[in-house]
T-cell receptor, first 111, second 115 residues
Framework: QKEVEQNSGPLSVPEGAIASLNCTYS??????FFWYRQYSGKSPELIMF????GDKEDGRFTAQLNKASQYVSLLIRDSQPSDSATYLC???????????FGGGTRLMVKP | EPEVTQTPSHQVTQMGQEVILRCVPI?????FYWYRQILGQKVEFLVS????????KSEIFDDQFSVERPDGSNFTLKIRSTKLEDSAMYFC?????????????FGPGTRLTVT
């Protein structure tokens, strides 16, 4: 059974700080890793994806992947109150196209 | 910017009734998906669809579920005989391709309430 684990939070950071969100996955054959943001009552909104070891930056967001440790993270620089949401980690395996989601981490950015 | 649309936004039905949830994927996308999220729980994969066939399905997607692409734009999920535990948000998603680098974009969801 493929598992994707996230700390449910809430993670509270002050405005302007760096928020660090973490995710671990059980299937060593996983190929692609996605971060989605979900506001309460809304659908998942894609932030970015990564599939190579190392860092990938997109604006204020940086995704980090370590396949040996089966660990993926998302850094949000200069956090804003509007970043307050639940952040979902999703993993796609080697075969098939289904996404397996973690339970999400609730981020609260305090002004 | 192209987006996935879903109708209705909220559907209330009685246990045992059939419901059809509708989705219009992004126009140049070829792969379509349904996910669901029970309140307070994880987003769960139901089914993926390509070239008018189911390509993958989860254990949740049993005989009471079916999917169809009735025309060139719509993609539907039918639940034949709804149960209380089918109450959830149902999300449609689509992607241009499969494999590395192909993202899945989600629609706004349909909230299904079974009474």
């Amino acid at each position: 059974q493929k598992e994707v684990e996230q700390n449910s939070g809430p993670l509270s950071v002050p405005e302007g700080a760096i928020a660090s969100l973490n995710c671990t996955y059980s299937d060593r054959g996983s190929q692609s890793f996605f971060w989605y943001r979900q506001y309460s009552g809304k659908s998942p909104e894609l932030i970015m994806f990564i599939y190579s070891n190392g860092d990938k930056e997109d604006g204020r967001f940086t995704a980090q992947l370590n396949k040996a440790s089966q660990y993926v993270s998302l850094l949000i620089r200069d956090s804003q109150p509007s970043d307050s949401a639940t952040y979902l980690c999703a993993v796609k395996g080697y075969a098939g196209n289904m996404l397996t989601f973690g339970g999400g981490t609730r981020l609260m950015v305090k002004p | 910017e192209p987006e996935v649309t879903q109708t209705p936004s909220h559907q209330v039905t009685q246990m045992g009734q059939e419901v059809i949830l509708r989705c219009v994927p992004i126009s140049n996308h070829l792969y379509f998906y349904w996910y669901r999220q029970i309140l307070g729980q994880k987003v769960e994969f139901l089914v993926s669809f390509y070239n008018n066939e189911i390509s993958e399905k989860s254990e949740i997607f049993d005989d009471q579920f079916s999917v169809e692409r009735p025309d060139g734009s719509n993609f539907t999920l039918k639940i034949r005989s709804t149960k209380l535990e089918d109450s959830a948000m149902y999300f449609c998603a689509s992607s241009e391709g499969v494999g590395l680098g192909y993202e899945q974009y989600f629609g706004p969801g349909t909230r299904l309430t079974v009474t």
